[in-house]
């Protein structure tokens, strides 16, 4: 009978709950999205930054949670379809009710999910450097603006220091990152005095396999007697082939140097390096960095990939930079959910600006108090023979990201468009 009635009153409490669309699991955990590609082209790159979100929610959840529930992470496969990410990111909101989503490689991706953010009013932590000319204030940019990658890299190449390139290859996959990115290099490398002749420009689609003739293209070109420079934005699994390529056809770093802006540790695991010493990349974290920081951060992803069981990291655990771009989002989402004493997007907003985390590359990373993006160091690395990076240029210190480019015309005048719309 005690049990009966025990029984009753648990059912007249869950059923008080779900007339106001609660259930009685939802007051006890925190939900949040985990939107990456485990599939398709991007899932070379994304499906690490899934699982180091989750190793950074266990840590939270860890140390007691978040206003004293546990975070519950709902993971989501978008199989590297642009279109699907929205339905993804609306199925998160709406179905599974998360407070905030991490997740996105791609611009095309973050593209097709922004309106969804914006009519629904949540948030997204996009952890990719990406062509900046966008501002939302429903998204905290923690990868990189073109001021804080794209432009140093150009200028250190330029440099004395960089090899003093006078012709440049822009090299890209089709789609909006690399060709807008690539617009504001080509107007940067105009106004440095380059002229059109010496800049080459030319794309592949997703999952792009064959690069013997844009190769064969690229030593012609640099063929002319000015020291040729490239500047690659491939995206996903088409960076194999293109190194692979690059190692064959004997085009050395010191022949033509290329930086890349979305190749880092993770791409370069399936590739022999050794013919790719001295090639570039520019991030603002590499797993090389010596800090007492980064090697917690590289010891604890060890031991998760270990204890998960986690396909390649199990025996080679690498990090890279949109790894540090989501432990710094997520961490800072948490301890603005605190300030806040909410999971209200605007309270959450409101409590986001500001925001600082001893990031693992060393140095103090702030959120913005304005534009939604991270004041975030540079690192210009080159590649070493075992697929590690040895850092040959940086910044001082952070850098202010300025997500509107001065060298495209019509967004000047717009630096001061207000974020809350």
């Not at 064969?216 to 007697?225: E, H, P, Q, T, V």
Request: proline share 5%; net charge positive; charged share 20%.
């Amino acid at each position: 009978m005690m049990q009966r009635r025990f029984t009753l009153k648990a059912l007249t409490v869950a059923t008080a709950l779900g007339a106001f669309g609660i259930s009685a699991h939802a007051q006890s955990t925190i939900k949040v999205g985990v939107l990456h590609s485990l599939s398709g082209t991007m899932a070379i790159s994304e499906t690490v930054l899934k699982d180091v979100a989750l190793m950074a929610i266990d840590e939270i959840n860890a140390k007691g949670g978040v206003m004293g529930k546990k975070i519950e992470p709902v993971v989501v496969d978008p199989a590297s379809n642009w279109p699907l990410f929205a339905e993804k990111a609306k199925q998160l909101i709406d179905q599974d009710k998360v407070a905030a989503v991490f997740g996105c490689w791609t611009s095309v991706s973050r593209k097709s999910v922004l309106p969804v953010f914006e009519e629904k009013n949540n948030l997204l932590f996009y952890p990719v450097q990406y062509e900046g000319e966008e501002l939302s204030k429903n998204v905290f940019y923690t990868g990189a603006a073109p001021n804080q990658q794209a432009i140093p890299a150009v200028e250190y190449l330029m440099s004395k220091d960089g090899g003093s390139a006078k012709r440049w290859v822009l090299l890209g996959t089709d789609y909006v990152y690399p060709r807008t990115t690539n617009k504001i290099l080509r107007a940067f490398l105009k106004a440095k005095g380059v002229a059109d002749a010496d800049i080459m420009e030319e794309y592949t689609p997703f999952g792009h396999s064959d690069y013997q003739t844009i190769i064969a293209n690229i030593k012609k070109f640099a063929a002319a007697g000015k020291k040729t420079a490239v500047v690659s934005t491939i995206n996903g699994d088409s960076n194999v082939p293109f190194y692979k390529e690059l190692g064959n056809a004997g085009l050395s770093a010191k022949d033509v140097p290329v930086v890349a802006f979305s190749v880092g540790e993770e791409e370069l695991r399936g590739v022999d390096t050794k013919p790719l010493v001295g090639h570039l990349a520019a991030w603002n974290y590499f797993m090389s960095i010596k800090n007492p920081t980064n090697a917690e951060f590289t010891k604890k992803w060890a031991a998760y990939a270990k204890a998960k069981n986690i396909a390649g990291h199990k025996d080679k655990p690498l990090t890279n930079d949109p790894m540090e771009a989501t432990y710094i989002g997520i961490n800072m989402w948490a301890q603005a959910v605190e300030k806040a004493k909410s999971t209200d997007t605007d309270k959450v907003i409101a409590a986001m600006a500001g925001q600082t985390f001893k990031a693992p590359g060393g140095f103090t990373s702030t959120m913005d108090k304005e534009n939604h993006h991270l004041h975030k160091p540079v690192f210009i690395g080159e590649v070493k023979a075992d697929g590690q990076f040895n850092v040959v240029w940086k910044t001082p210190g952070p850098v202010v990201a300025d997500p509107w480019s001065d060298y495209i015309v019509e967004n000047k005048g717009k630096k001061n468009v207000p974020m809350m719309k």
